[in-house]
């Protein structure tokens, strides 16, 4: 009886010693993630001002017009600046 005991009390340090090694990786593997989200959240942002400054160049084209070019060129610079907040993270 005894033996059995020892047995399953080493079988189960052994499990506990894993399962705290895994939840580690997974933190690790959590934050790794995180960065990786934040990343894309704003190369989206980037993708969706550039895409909002072509169609504002487009409409200032059709109105042959200067209207909406420095405002389309600022969205452009915002969405600069998000991409290289992007890919420094």
Not at 12 to 31: F, N, P, R, T
Not at 45 to 73: D, K, N, Y
Request: aromatic share 8%; hydrophobic share 50%; charged share 25%.
């Amino acid at each position: 009886m005894m033996r059995r005991i020892n047995k399953e009390k080493t079988e189960a340090d052994v499990i506990l010693k894993k399962a705290k090694a895994l939840e580690a990786q997974s933190g690790d593997y959590s934050e790794r993630s995180e960065r990786f989200m934040n990343s894309y959240e704003n190369h989206e942002i980037a993708a969706t001002l550039f895409e909002v400054s072509i169609v504002l160049v487009s409409i200032t084209a059709l109105m042959r017009t200067r209207a909406l070019l420095w405002i389309a060129g600022s969205a452009t610079l915002v969405g600069f600046a998000f991409f290289a907040v992007g890919l420094m993270h």
